[in-house]
C-alpha cells in the first residue's frame, strides 16, 4: 500500500476516476510544490456513488452486526499495520510535523474504527412496560444513505470519526475528505479494498466542495449530512438539507477560552496552555486561542509563555525536533496574517511571532509562519470574535470569577474551554456556567471516546462520539405490543 500520482475515486468497491477525466493539483504546504492529482468529481461522481451505494444498503443494513464488526475491525488492522505509509501521506499533504501524524492522527483513525466496531455490538435500546396492559420496545434501524464531510486539519481523524459510526450502525456512506488533504482518505479506500468492506458500501468521492461537496449535500437520496467545516459553510449546508428534512450534524468553528487562575499548578498549565494554542499550528478546533489570567500572575504567565512560544521550532515536518510545520496553504497563511495586521490595527500588542519563518533549500516557499502572542485587545474586536485557526493566541488579565465566565462567554461561538485551578469547587461553578460544549479542567485535549462531542451556539448543531455517532445515524422507531 502507497500514494500514487493520480488519485481515483472509490467508487461501488473499485478506484475509479472523475467523469470528466479531469484533475486539481493537490499541494504539499511545507514545499508549495504540486505532489500528486485529485479528480475533480461533480454531481454525476457522487450520482455514481449514490447508486452503489443504494445497491449495497439492502445487504450491509441486515448484516449481522459481527460481520460489521469484523470488517471494521480488519481496516482498523490494516491502517495501524501501515502507521508509517499513512502517518507520511498525512504530513506530506497537510504540512503537520511527522511526530503529531505519528503519535496522534493514524492511531485515532484507526482506533475510530476500532472503538466502533466493538460499540455496535453494544448498542442497545430502551423498552417500556405498561403494567397489565402494553410492552413499548425502541428499533433504532439505519437511515440508508448517508453524506459524510470532514474537513483538512485532521485529515484522516476527522474523516474516521463519521465514518466508522455510519458503517456500523448498517448505513451505506458518501464522503468526501477535504481537496486540500485528500491522500489518507485515498489510501483508506485502498484499506478497505483488502479489508473485503462489500462493494457500495463506502464511497469516496474527491473534489471542490462547491461541485463535489454540494452535490453530496443536494442529493435527494442522501438522508443524513455529517459535516465538520467552517461556520459559513455549515450555514449554507443548513439551508439547503433542513428544508428537505435532512438530518443534521453540523462541528463547525470554535473561538475558546482558556481561563487560568492563580491556584493553578502553574508548571502543569504551562505545558499544556502551549500544546492547546499551538499544537497543530492552531489549527485545530478545539485550540484555546483566548487566554484569560487572573491579574495576580498575570506579568509571571507573560514573560514565561511567551518565552516558551519564542523556542518553539518552526519547519521541516519530517524533522524531530519540529514543534509547528507549514500551514495548510497559501491562501490560509495569507488569512492567519491578516488577522495579524488587523489585530495590531485594533490596538494590540505583538509580544512575539507574527511573522514568516525564512526556509532554505526545499521548504524555501513553504507555508511557515512564527506562533504569535497578541497583548491588549478588547473581547468585543475582530481579533477575538473571529476564528482564526493559526497559530495565533490573545492573551488578556481579569479580576473575578464573573469577569472571567463574561470574557469567556462574550462570543458567538461555544464549542470547547479550559479551566485551570485546584479549587475543585470553583471550577465546578464555571463550568456549569460556561457556554461550551466541552469543558476541560486541569487538562486539555484529554479525550474519551465515549463522550459525546459538540458546540453550542455558533459552533454547531448536535454531537458526534460515542452513543450519541450511534444515535444520529440510526432512526428510532418505537413498537408498541399490547397483551
Known sequence: MGPDKYLKNYIDGALVPAVSGEYLDNITPATAKVYSFIPDSDEKDVERAVEAAERAFPEWSNADIRTRFRIL???ADIIEQNLDVFSRAESIDSGKPISMSKSVDIPRSQANFRFFAT?????SSESHHIPSEAINFTLRQPIGVVGCISPWNLPLYLFSW?????LATGNCVVAKPSEMTPMTAYLLSKACIEAGLPKGVLNIVHGLGGKA???????????AISFTGGTNTGKKI???AAPAFKKLSLELGGKNPNIIFADCDFDQMMVDTLRSSFSNNGQICLCGSRIYIERPIYERFKDEFVKRTSFLKVGDPFSSVTDLGALVSQQHKEKVMSYISLAEVEGGTILCGGKEVEMQGDYENGYFLRPTVIEGLPIDC???????????VTIAPFDTEEEAIALANGTAYGLSATVWTKNIAKA???AERLQAGIVWINCWMVRDLRTPFGGMKSSGVGREGGLEALRFFTEPKNV????
Not at 460499540?119 to 448498542?123: Q, V, Y
Request: proline residues 7%; glycine residues 4%.
Open 73 to 75: 475491525t480488519r481496516i
Open 119 to 123: 460499540a455496535i455490538l453494544h448498542f
Open 162 to 166: 463519521k465514518i466508522a459510526p455510519a
Open 213 to 223: 461537496g454540494q452535490a453530496i449535500v443536494d442529493n435527494p437520496k442522501i438522508k
Open 238 to 240: 443548513a439551508a439547503i
Open 382 to 392: 475582530r481579533t477575538n470574535q473571529e476564528e482564526i485557526f493559526g497559530p495565533v
Open 428 to 430: 465546578n461553578r464555571i
Open 480 to 483: 408498541c405490543i399490547r397483551y
